[in-house]
C-alpha cells in the first residue's frame, strides 16, 4: 500500500506542480495586460516588476491551486485508467474507496495551504500591490511631465511646466488648471513646483511655491486672485489613480482578524456587516475547494471510458467554471442575507462533496475503467 500511495501521489504531484506554474503565469500575463497603462510607464524599473511578481505570487498561488489539483487528478488518474493500470489495481483488490486516499491527502494538505496564505501572506502582498503600483503610478506621472507639453492624464487637471529638471528634480513655471470644481475652475501659475505622495500614499501631491491662485465664478463676473510662498495640491483622490491601479481588491488585503474587526465596526456604526462576513467565508470557502475537488474529480477520472485527453479538459474547465458560478451565486445570496454566511461560503464545497460522493459510490459498484 505504501508502494501504490508514492506511486499515486508521483501521478499526481508531478502534474500539480506544471499545471500551478502554468496558470501562475497565464494569471501574471492577465494582469499584466489589465495594468499596461501603469506597468508600462517611463519610470517603471525591472525591480519594480520583481517587487509586483512577489507580491501578487501569494494571490496567484490561492486562484491557481484549486483548478491546477482539479486537472493534475483529472489527467493525472485519467492517464491510468487509459494505459489499464486501474483495471490492473482493480483485479489485485485495490478498490476506488482506497484510491481516493492520495487525492484526498493532497487536497488537505493544499487546504491547509491556502489557509495559511489567505491567513497571513496574500494580505500582506496586496497591501504592498496597491502601495507599489500608486507609487509607480506616481513615478510616471512625474516622468512623463515634459518641458513645454501640456499634461492632461489626470482628470479634469491640466498642467504645464516651461521647464523639467531631470530625474525628477522639479519643474519650473508652472501651470495648473484645475476644473474638478466646474462652477469655480482655478488657475494656478508657480515659479517651481515638484510632485510627491500624500500621506496616505493614494494621491498625488503637487507642491507649488512663489505663485498665485485666479478663482473665477462662472455664475458671475466675480473673480479672486490669491498669492502664496507654498502651497500643495491633493490629485487622485477617488478619481483617476483609483481608477488606473486596477490591481487592488480591498478586501482581500484584510486578514481573517481585520475582517472579524470591521464586521464588528460596521455593527457598531449600525452598518451591515455582511460583506465583511462575506468576504472571510467566501475565503474559507474557496480553501476547501481543494478537498472537494478530490471527492468530485477522483471517480470522475477513475470510472470514465477511454475518451482521450481532451474530455479531461474538457471536464475539468466544465466543472471548475460551474463551481466558480455556484460560489459566486451563494456569495451574493449571502450578502443579500437569503442565506446564512457560513452556509453561502460552504455551500458550492458541500454540493460537490455529495455529487462526488454519489459518484464514488457508482464507481465503487460498477467498477473502474473497463
Known sequence: MKLLARYLLKELLVPLCVWVAFMFLLLFVMQFLRGTDVLLGSAVTLGDLGRLIAYLAPHFLVMALPIAFLLAILLGLGRLGEDRELTSLQALGISPLQLLAAPLSVGIALSAFMVLLTSTVEP??????????????????????????????????????????????????VLLHDDRDPSSPLLVLAHKGSVGTSERGEALRIELKEGEVHRANRSSVDASVVAFDKAEINVGLGGSLSRRNRFRSPKEELTPVELIAAAKDAEERRDDPRPFLMALHSRLGNAVAPMAFALLGTPLAIGRRQAGRAW???????????????????????????????????????????????????VTRSGTVR
Do not use: C, H
Open 312 to 362: 479531461g479538459y474538457l471536464l475539468t474547465l466544465g466543472g471548475y467554471v460551474l463551481y466558480y458560478l455556484l460560489s459566486r451565486a451563494f456569495e451574493q445570496m449571502g450578502q443579500k442575507g437569503q442565506l446564512p454566511v457560513l452556509v453561502a461560503g460552504q455551500l458550492a464545497n458541500v454540493l460537490f462533496m455529495v455529487v462526488g460522493a454519489f459518484a464514488l459510490y457508482r
Open 124 to 173: 500582506w502582498g496586496l497591501t504592498g500591490v496597491k502601495d507599489l503600483v500608486g507609487e509607480v503610478i506616481q513615478k510616471n506621472v512625474a516622468g512623463d511631465v515634459k518641458s513645454g507639453v501640456f499634461y492632461e492624464d489626470l482628470s479634469d487637471l491640466t498642467l504645464y511646466a516651461q521647464k523639467v529638471a531631470p530625474k525628477g528634480g522639479g519643474w519650473t513655471n
